[in-house]
């Protein structure tokens, strides 16, 4: 293909309600992170197709103590990243806790401790916006699950330094008053030629839609129309997104697609405005498989295989980490803790990255120092069900192991063994997974690498794709050693 042409999905991963603006002639992106630290990933780009993350906007989650152990399904929802004041600001919701805010002079520096803006139960996907005429706002809607309510929208007057809001707020769309809606929320809100727009998508993220919303004043009526959907593609639940406009005045609108086990991936569609001034989206309302690069001469940096240099970017833990479980150069090392658990759903200290949409092998080679009778390390692949791939200490020496969970009960004794463990020869073992285009993962291990038990399925968390993780576990003695995980494409690999 064309390096002037680009293919959906631009970032085939689980980079989940993307919001994104921009800077000059920088991009910048962020993304829910759930219960994954760090949080709030920051990404820039200068052509809003290649995408290189360059920090994080939360090194640890909040309240520190609530985030020790896995928080699936809650954490960091939907953001909304904005540019005010020569400051980069992002507004974020725990569902449990509220509505926070941080900002920082550079978006790949230190960002600002977060600042509860607005709490309570439910509160979810807000987003500011400083207007034109010096008056601050700030949108959200509801999580059903914590509130008891949904598919409306709320609006509140905001503090320039967004430090408070300024009323009790508004509700200015209610889903339930429109023929169809259902799940209303993600809400983005903008000014442009003395509208007020806010796009927002309904239906829920396998199966809705985006809208648009407009109106002469923030506080509405506001007028409706669906502005993008999945007609005759096969890009489902189509939306969510962000409206961002090139330096040369060009529209476009980036939204994600849910693929299950991979998470929510992220398209970019082209944005037009029609004669009676309503956006259009993609092919006439539908999204399109290809389009020409919005800027051209972009390039992506992509993050270290090894951890010569530290952990990289691409990497995050389960809950906030503890300084002694992981050191590194030139490999990683994972001391072998007990956290309570060796479910790897909950297990604090699984560091995980996003599966790849495409089809793909991830391989490393892993070596298991000083443990006592019952450590273990591995690579897995983790969501509502999991299986890894490994060594374990018995109390005859080191055995190779493959073993699932699935997802009928947590906690206690819950793996199974996919094949009988067996007894490996030398100090360290190469392993490696085979993912296909649906999922379908089968572990390898050897000298080559070699299939070890029948195909797993893998399935998607709370709310996220399923992760590519690394652990280790045991009673305090003990190290799993991980070389460089170099993830190829599946053709690669013969």
Known sequence: MSNDVYRN?????????????????????????????????????????????????????????????PQRGGGVWAPAIRHHAGRFWIVYPDPDRGLFVTSAEDPAGEWTEPHLLKGGEGLIDPCPLWADDGSAYLVHGWAKSRSGINNRLTLHRMSDDATELLDEGTVVIDGDALPGYRTLEGPKIYQQDGWYWIFAPAGG??????????????????????????????????????????????????????RGPFGRVVHLQPMRWGEDGWPEIGDKGKPVATGTVPVPGGTATEPPEDFANGIGPQWAWQANPEPHWASTGPDLRL????TGTEDLRHLPNLLGQRLPGDPFR???????????????????????TY????????????????????????GGDVEYDAVPAAPVAGDTVDLGIDVDAEGRCRFLAGTPLQPVGPPFQATEGRWV?????????????????????????ADANG
């Open 205 to 258: 993220v396998t199966d809705g839609w985006q809208s648009a919303f407009r109106s002469r004043d923030p506080f509405g009526p506001y007028e409706e129309r669906i502005v993008l959907e999945q007609g005759d593609t096969d890009v489902n639940g189509p939306h969510q997104g962000a409206w961002v406009t090139t330096e040369d005045g060009e529209d476009w609108f980036l939204h994600f697609q849910d």
């Open 387 to 410: 299986a890894w791939i490994g060594l374990v200490r018995s109390e005859n020496g080191i055995v190779l192991a493959h073993r699932c969970a699935d997802d009928n009960v947590e």
């Open 465 to 489: 794709g399923a992760a590519l993780g690394l652990f280790a576990t045991g009673k305090g003695a003990g190290t799993g050693r991980f070389g460089a995980v170099r993830i190829t494409a």
């Open 362 to 384: 991830a391989a490393t080679t892993l070596r298991l120092d000083g443990a006592e009778p019952g450590a273990r390390a591995g690579l897995a692949v983790v969501g509502d």
């Open 335 to 338: 001391a072998c803790v007990d």
């Open 9 to 69: 999905p631009i970032l085939n991963a689980d980079w989940s309600d993307p919001d994104a603006i921009r800077v000059g002639g920088d991009f910048y992106m962020t993304a829910s992170s759930f219960h994954r630290v760090p949080g709030l990933p920051i990404l820039r780009s200068r052509d809003l197709v290649h995408w290189t993350i360059i920090g994080h906007a939360l090194t640890r989650l909040v309240p520190e103590e609530d985030f020790r152990t």
